[in-house]
């Protein structure tokens, strides 16, 4: 009985303290100079296998483009340049991400959240209404929000839902930079709504105290996806 007692226990340890690990570990350390990402290897380790050194040359290190704005002809009236690794494959083991996102006046980034980084977030142009949500425990589901303008530099911390959203009458363009090569990203209506298969209706009518045919209509909203690799 005590046995069983202890088993439990030392599972439930292990359990919370890899969840912890997995929660606060940076991407891994580097272990050499650098690792230029060979984008067409199978070999599959934790990043891209690297390339020969004697094959990496300045431009695997090089992306340019970050000038020009993108369309924002979407039903958000946002969009997303993401320059990762699979851009520059230098990027591979180094732990970072940046992107462009272009805004159209009332163009909105939808809450969202990077599973695996921080975000720091910096108005190049225009202004932007900008705010992350805590978890329900920590500190209650309270929103964090303000008011961007040009200049100004704004950090979403790792997992926490967030949202950029353009009332200026203009343009707006921010930069964003994340301490991981892979922050993965979840947007919680693509994910709710979006989903494939669908969540059953039933779950989510409960869930948002709405009827199943207003979540059947929702589910068959095309949810676009804001962010490109082009
Ligand atoms: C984002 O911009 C690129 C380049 O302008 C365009 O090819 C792409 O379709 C745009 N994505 C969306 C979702 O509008
Ligand atoms: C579902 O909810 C919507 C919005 O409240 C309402 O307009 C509609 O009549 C409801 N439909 C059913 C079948 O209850």
Known sequence: MSAMIILIAASIAVVVISSICVVSSPDPGLLQDF????LTSTVLVNGYA???RLLVT???FFFSGIDQPR???NQLGSNITVVGVDRIPGLNTLGLTIARIDFAPGGVNPPHHHPRSSEVFTVVEG???VGF???NSDTGNTLYAKKL???DVFAFPQGLIHFQYNFGGKRAVATAAFGSQSP???TVTNAVFGSDPSVPAAILAKAFQLNETTIEWLQQQNWVQNFNYN
Request: aromatic content about 4%; glycine content about 8%; overall charge negative.
């Open 35 to 38: 690792c230029v990402a060979d």
């Open 133 to 135: 949500i805590t978890t």
């Open 184 to 186: 993965g990203l979840s």
């Open 149 to 151: 303008q040009k200049g």
């Open 127 to 129: 202004v932007l209404f």
């Open 58 to 60: 300045p431009d695997d």
């Open 50 to 52: 690297c390339k020969d």
């Open 71 to 73: 369309s924002t002809d």
